[in-house]
């Protein structure tokens, strides 16, 4: 079979950073799973994205599709032929609308009964053919946030498109995408070699491009990132200390096409700001790199990576210092004005800030929390309970600072810092801080009680709130991020071990909303608990355990964290034992009995008429278990508490074997079921085993 490579890259104006990864990852799988659904196997895929361009490289392409012999299902073979076997219109029209004699039709069962069908051969096609459909069918999809339109308005694209390149073996594609014909033509760097440059092959593309000044790989782009500020540090200062944050690389990354990097020198006077906001001033404005001394303190130093090398680097220096010095005398400004109003006389302000219109202002906001918080900090840590107090009344004062109204990602971070200043308690600061932890998933967690305590109270609080006015996620948009502040909540408990039910503060929370709350409290509850378990199931799902265990635990345990994740990862090691497939199917049998003939909660139930061996043996065995069982789950020792109901299947067994259930003593009968009943609810204390599969 003939393969060959391809290379396609679409030329364009600047695009955002942060669209690169959504778009290279929508173009991999989408092309991917198009190429399989086509049968057009391939050798390997490359994606690559830069601020100028988006590329793929396909090595190993088959040249020609393969034919394909394909089933096609018509009408029911009720409906194809009459009384006197006769074909039907359906069974005439079915035949004619594939180009088939009716002979060549056959009846295939189906689930659904048996069907008439065909089968067709199709001839495969040119692989140039299907490119030039599907390439430009995947990049109109590219899951850009925004669009714009350019020239007439005819096209609309993230931003206006300049070239196209397309080469399959080595000769042009034809492709049109927003009005551009493809070539073997693409551009190097806008300054250092902005004239064309010939590509023919995925091979030559990263090379014949290094050469024009563009480095299309973004991991090259990331480590010449880093290796430029690790150069310019240490050619000035051995002692000077990069604040590398990983975000910002990639941010940086996917904005040079070849980087630059200077140093550049900030007056001493902005010292005397904490480091964090001297260092937000220079990362999100200016995507520039704070530094430190080797102690770890803030140094009058900043690294800025550029597009380009300048003749004159000394100009783009003083450039760079310039614009900085504006954003830190800002900065300056707003610190030491917002430090002549303590923050503990902010909030008041609060009662002017709407936090959304369905419910309510900041301050009441707050009240609710606090209260919440007040609540996990009685069962989780009763000591701590003062500094919870007083971190609830302080924690969003900051909102209405200067500082935070300049620099938003700083709200918490300022609170902390006026809090210090102010003379609060290093642990009301930090719980300050804290309570807006994590800010993303897998972010840091809070390392205080107080802190984790009011996080999980406030998060808790918006998630209900939105619930209760209608304000849900869909599967497009979550615009308050409640997804993300459920497993925030779901990560501090697992992070502490909170080993308590969601529940009871979901009610709580709905109780505190009061008049907030615009749908049925009842149902408000439902469907956040359900919101909840959705996100912890990802999580359990994420640590290796099979679906059927993870709902096997979460249909009994969904509202507690730490209980589900502990039974999920012991009921899928022991999972994997011999004989284990048999348990399950016993406490099924167990199940489906107690359903069928399960007395009536009014019947009295004689234990003593249980006399048979069988009878007395499985009795005596759950008793034994019944005893350690609480020892067991008071530990979190799910591993040991499986181990020991394995026994009950030998047991449980002999018991089904010897005895007749269905007795028909009534008496004697609810006796044997009550048995089972018992058994049952030792099963559950770890999952629910009827959900798991057997076959």
Known sequence: MTRGDLILEL???????????PATNHIRERLTEALGTEGLTFDRLMVWGGPRRLAVGLWGLLMLQPDVEEEVTGPPLSAA??????????????????????????TQMTPKGPYLAVKKSRKGRATQEILSELLPSILESLPFPKVMRWGDGTYQFVRPVHWLLAALKGEILPLTFAGIRSGKVSYGHRFLHPGPVVITGPDEYPERLAEAHVLVDFETRR??????IFRVTEEANSDLKVAMD?????????????????LGHYDSQFLELPLAVASTAMKEH?????????LGRQAPYFVAVNNTKAKNMDVVKKGHERVLRARLQDARFYWLEDRKVKLSDRGEALKGVIFHHLMGTSHEKVQRFKALALALAAETSPGDLGTVERAADLCKNDLVSGMVGEFPSLQGVMGREYALADGESPEVAEAIREHYLPIRSGGALPQSTAGAVLSVADKLDTIVGCFSVGLLPTGATDPFGLRRQALGIIQIMLDRGWDWSLEPYVEKALTNLGQVVKRPAKEVKAETLEFFKARLKSHILGLGV????AEAVLSLYGDNPLASVRRAVALEAIKKREGFRDLAQTFKRVVNIIKKFGPREEDPVKAELLSQEAEKNLTVALANLEAESKDYVFKGDYDGLLGRIVTLRQPVDHFFE??????????????????????SRLFELVADFSRISTA
Not at 223 to 228: A, C, F, H, L, T
Not at 246 to 262: K, R, Y
Not at 287 to 294: E, G, H, L
Request: without cysteine; charged residues 30%.
């Open 11 to 21: 030329g364009v104006e600047e695009i955002p950073a942060s669209y690169f990864e």
């Open 81 to 106: 032929y009459d009384s006197n076997g006769n074909p039907t219109k359906a069974a005439q029209g079915f035949a004619k609308g594939q180009g088939v004699p009716i002979g060549d039709l056959y």
């Open 223 to 228: 480590e010449q990132v880093k290796k430029e």
């Open 246 to 262: 990983d975000d910002l690389v990639d941010e940086v990354a996917n904005l040079l096409e070849e980087p630059f990097a200077i």
């Open 286 to 294: 200016q995507r520039y790199f704070p530094i430190t001394d080797s």
């Open 546 to 549: 099979s679906g059927d265990g």
């Open 658 to 679: 010897k005895i007749l259930v269905d007795d028909p003593d009534a008496d004697l009968k609810n006796a044997r079921v009550a048995l089972l009943k018992r058994a």
